[in-house]
């Protein structure tokens, strides 16, 4: 082509390549009409988008986060005849959004924020409502799991009760400080101060009694400590002032003790109102309990927090893996040139996560137990407590304990997970797995709920 008639052809042709690389570059669009929500404390930024082939409009309005405001957006919504509706999950903010426009006939979805971030520098709340909308018209939105309203109030109690729980253990921490203040060692010889024998002997110092021996007798006879070791612990150098502050402290104590058993009669009360609206086709919800509480480890306090956190029906969950990665017990990738690099366990269920890892703990010291040998098999020659949650990618082993399905109900998921990482040279000493369950007397095949799943893949 002769160069003179090169800018010609460029002038005509630009603007038809244009077009169709534009015309290849375009996503398929799943849903024309569709709404991006951007949820703050006071207002919502809302867009619209609608979409008839590649002509696409836009409208964006904001609204208050007040009950009127929530319905004014509400009925516009549906007069703009959106099919779904998406929206990230802004703290607590999101919920009473979630609850009033749940009414409407649209499909509503609370996405993770940090699964639709857009490309930093261009942040503002127009921008992230377009964002949001474009991303759900091309169905680029996952949906975060929200359970039920009954289940999410029973979740609220559940995380109030361990709140409080945490914040009683913060008092004791300050019981034990004021008594190593004063030189008295309770805390050496009892296991649990705040036990009969813990609470006798604090009382007794708050009434004035001064007499190591006298304090001494007031302990429960079954205790470890001898009575000389008992003397030369409660040989302290107690004043008024450290009196006044345990006074205090241990009222504080028993006010939130009381909390605690409120906050249990009030979830016993709600499980017992599920149970009576259960549906025919579902399993009650203290029978979903008891079936948690057959694994080892697992108590009729943890078996509620854990049903209160994933609900009821497992159909959600395609597989045990999947439940496990969302309570953020497998760890994240990151591979780069050939090369896994260590990373630590994503966020996942903070509070389901760490209900599992105690489950686990205690399932490790129940005696006669598959689990307490498996833990033992992979403790060897490794941290005694890094066993307790996945360690980084480069594991060699990682063994879920599973509940697996019970007649009738559709419950299966994980409790836990247990890895730990590789021995550069593996010890001849090291017994196997026969001689562990020869030596905890356990040679018959393990129970279908002790059954060990495959590896989970992250």
Same mark, same amino acid.
């Given at each position: 082509?002769?160069?003179? !008639?090169?800018?010609?052809?460029?002038?005509?042709?630009?603007?038809?390549?244009?077009?169709?690389?534009?015309?290849?570059? !375009?996503?398929?669009?799943?849903? *024309?009409?569709?709404?991006?929500?951007?949820?703050?404390?006071?207002?919502? @930024?809302?867009? @619209?988008? &609608?979409?008839?082939?590649?002509?696409?409009?836009?409208?964006?309005?904001?609204?208050?986060?007040?009950?009127? %405001?929530?319905?004014?957006? &509400?009925?516009?919504?549906?007069?703009?005849?959106?099919?779904?509706?998406?929206?990230?999950?802004?703290?607590?903010?999101?919920?009473?959004?979630?609850?009033?426009? +749940?009414? +409407?006939?649209?499909?509503?979805?609370?996405?993770?924020?940090?699964?639709?971030?857009?490309?930093? %520098?261009?942040?503002?709340?127009?921008?992230?409502?377009?964002?949001?909308?474009?991303?759900?018209?091309?169905?680029?939105?996952?949906?975060?799991?929200?359970?039920?309203?009954?289940?999410?109030?029973?979740?609220?109690?559940?995380? !109030?009760?361990?709140?409080?729980?945490?914040?009683?253990?913060?008092?004791?921490?300050?019981?034990?400080?004021?008594?190593?203040? /004063?030189?008295?060692?309770?805390?050496? @010889?009892?296991?649990?101060?705040?036990?009969?024998?813990?609470?006798?002997?604090?009382?007794?110092?708050?009434?004035?009694?001064?007499?190591?021996?006298?304090?001494?007798?007031?302990?429960? !006879?079954?205790?470890?400590?001898?009575?000389?070791?008992?003397?030369?612990?409660?040989?302290?150098? #107690?004043?008024?002032?450290?009196?006044?502050?345990?006074?205090?402290? #241990?009222?504080?104590?028993?006010? &939130?003790?009381?909390?605690?058993?409120?906050?249990?009669?009030?979830?016993?009360?709600?499980?017992?109102?599920?149970?009576?609206?259960?549906?025919?086709? *579902?399993?009650?919800?203290?029978?979903?309990?008891?079936?948690?509480?057959?694994?080892?480890?697992?108590?009729?306090?943890?078996?509620?927090?854990?049903?209160?956190?994933?609900?009821?029906?497992?159909?959600?969950?395609?597989?045990?893996?999947?439940?496990?990665?969302?309570?953020?017990?497998?760890? +994240?990738?990151?591979?780069?040139?050939?090369?896994?690099?260590?990373?630590?366990?994503?966020?996942? /269920?903070?509070?389901?996560?760490?209900? #599992?890892?105690?489950?686990?703990?205690?399932?490790?010291?129940?005696?006669?137990?598959?689990?307490?040998?498996?833990?033992?098999?992979?403790?060897? %020659?490794?941290?005694?407590?890094?066993?307790?949650?996945?360690?980084?990618?480069?594991?060699?082993?990682?063994?879920?304990?599973?509940?697996?399905?019970?007649?009738?109900?559709?419950?299966?998921?994980?409790?836990?997970?247990?890895?730990?990482?590789?021995?550069?040279?593996?010890?001849?000493?090291?017994?196997?797995?026969?001689?562990?369950?020869?030596?905890?007397?356990?040679?018959?095949?393990?129970?279908?709920?002790?059954?060990?799943?495959?590896?989970?893949?992250?």
């Amino acid at each position: 082509m002769p160069l003179s !008639t090169l800018p010609r052809f460029l002038l005509f042709r630009l603007p038809t390549l244009a077009a169709q690389l534009e015309e290849e570059q !375009t996503m398929e669009i799943m849903h *024309e009409r569709v709404a991006g929500l951007d949820v703050h404390k006071a207002t919502i @930024v809302a867009c @619209v988008r &609608l979409g008839t082939g590649r002509k696409v409009t836009r409208e964006c309005r904001t609204f208050d986060t007040t009950t009127d %405001g929530l319905r004014a957006l &509400l009925a516009w919504l549906v007069e703009c005849r959106c099919s779904h509706v998406a929206m990230e999950a802004t703290g607590i903010y999101w919920m009473p959004v979630w609850k009033i426009l +749940g009414e +409407g006939d649209f499909a509503l979805i609370v996405a993770n924020a940090a699964h639709i971030k857009n490309v930093p %520098g261009r942040k503002t709340d127009l921008n992230d409502a377009m964002w949001i909308a474009d991303l759900l018209a091309c169905g680029l939105i996952k949906p975060s799991f929200v359970p039920e309203e009954d289940v999410q109030e029973l979740r609220s109690l559940l995380r !109030t009760r361990k709140q409080v729980g945490r914040e009683q253990t913060r008092h004791v921490q300050r019981i034990q400080k004021t008594l190593a203040e /004063a030189n008295v060692k309770l805390d050496s @010889v009892l296991s649990d101060i705040m036990g009969a024998s813990g609470r006798r002997i604090i009382e007794a110092m708050i009434a004035g009694v001064r007499d190591p021996r006298r304090l001494a007798a007031l302990a429960n !006879t079954r205790i470890k400590a001898t009575p000389k070791q008992l003397y030369d612990a409660l040989h302290g150098r #107690l004043t008024d002032h450290h009196r006044f502050l345990l006074t205090l402290h #241990l009222r504080q104590w028993d006010n &939130l003790d009381a909390t605690i058993r409120e906050i249990d009669q009030e979830v016993e009360a709600r499980i017992a109102r599920m149970d009576k609206e259960v549906k025919a086709a *579902e399993a009650p919800f203290r029978d979903l309990i008891g079936l948690l509480c057959t694994i080892p480890g697992v108590s009729t306090l943890s078996a509620t927090t854990i049903l209160s956190e994933i609900g009821r029906d497992m159909s959600r969950f395609p597989t045990a893996g999947h439940l496990v990665a969302w309570a953020g017990l497998c760890p +994240g990738q990151n591979e780069s040139a050939g090369k896994r690099k260590p990373v630590r366990l994503r966020k996942g /269920a903070p509070w389901l996560k760490t209900m #599992l890892v105690q489950c686990a703990w205690a399932a490790k010291r129940k005696k006669d137990s598959y689990y307490k040998a498996q833990f033992f098999r992979l403790q060897a %020659g490794v941290d005694r407590r890094k066993p307790s949650v996945p360690s980084p990618p480069r594991s060699s082993r990682r063994s879920t304990t599973s509940l697996r399905t019970a007649p009738n109900t559709t419950t299966s998921g994980p409790t836990t997970s247990i890895a730990v990482r590789p021995k550069a040279k593996p010890s001849a000493w090291l017994p196997s797995s026969q001689d562990l369950a020869s030596r905890f007397n356990f040679n018959a095949p393990p129970r279908p709920h002790d059954a060990i799943a495959s590896p989970v893949s992250s």
